[in-house]
């Protein structure tokens, strides 16, 4: 079965240092991956997405993440994290079976220390 | 431009009750995507729209359903609740390129709690 994986319920760093968020997928062949951040009471926000290309993909508020196709990883990274970064943030891939849904993580509570 | 919005925000019902949800997506969306979070499961897809179309659907049971209008405005129905249906409902809507790479924007979400 489809899954993702995130194995941490929350990730705790210090303002100013950086952030790692692992994701671990299943999708053989050529996944599609995705990061999405919600912030309390609000719905998901689109951070960055893995479609095919360089490892390395940049996206918003300075996050980034890199495709492992090896280690079936796709981790979030951000080099210096700010308190305003605390936030749920969940890891999907695109369905395997050609539909057009995507399954999610369970998510990581990131928490930013000042 | 207007993002996804959903309607209401908050609501309780009771054991037993039906409730409606409705999502407008962005304009010129024409895919909407209904998922449930809970605590518990996370975020689990409920059904996706395409031109009033129901394309895809979750692991769901049939007191789950729901339908898109001609202008793409969607709404979500759950009959007779149960607790366990206590959950953020989240629309989510796409255009057409959009959705074959995966990128959804998502409404706030509307909570529901059954009591």
């Known amino acids: 079965a489809q899954s993702v994986a995130q194995p941490e319920d929350q990730v705790n760093v210090a303002e100013g240092n950086p952030l790692t968020v692992k994701c671990t997928y299943s999708?053989?062949?050529?996944?599609?991956l995705f990061w999405y951040v919600q912030y309390p009471n609000r719905g998901l926000q689109f951070l960055l997405k893995?479609?095919?290309?360089?490892?390395l993909v940049k996206g918003s508020y300075g996050f980034e993440a890199e495709f492992n196709k090896s280690q079936t990883s796709f981790h979030l990274k951000k080099p210096s994290a700010l308190v305003s970064d605390s936030a749920l943030y969940f890891c999907?891939?695109?369905?395997?079976?050609?539909?057009?849904?995507?399954?999610f993580g369970k998510g990581n509570q990131v928490v930013v220390i000042p | 431009k207007a993002g996804v919005t959903q309607t209401p925000r908050y609501l309780i019902k009771t054991r037993g009750q039906q409730v409606t949800l409705s999502c407008s997506p962005i304009?010129?969306?024409?895919?909407v995507s209904w998922y449930q979070q809970t605590p518990g499961q996370g975020l689990q897809f409920l059904f996706e729209?395409?031109?009033?179309?129901?394309?895809n659907k979750g692991n769901f049971p049939g007191r789950f359903s729901g339908r898109q209008f001609s202008n793409s405005r969607s709404e979500m129905n759950v009959s007779t609740l149960e607790l366990g249906d206590s959950a953020l409902y989240l629309c989510?809507?796409?255009?057409?390129?959009?959705?074959?790479?995966?990128?959804?924007?998502f409404g706030e979400g509307s909570r529901l709690t059954v009591l």
């Open positions: 304009s010129g969306h024409r895919s």
């Open positions: 999907a891939e695109r369905d395997a079976g050609g539909n057009n849904r995507l399954a």
């Open positions: 893995y479609i095919t290309g360089d490892n």
């Open positions: 729209y395409f031109s009033e179309t129901q394309r």
């Open positions: 989510a809507s796409s255009t057409v390129r959009d959705l074959n790479t995966g990128e959804l924007f």
């Open positions: 999708v053989s062949g050529n996944p599609y």
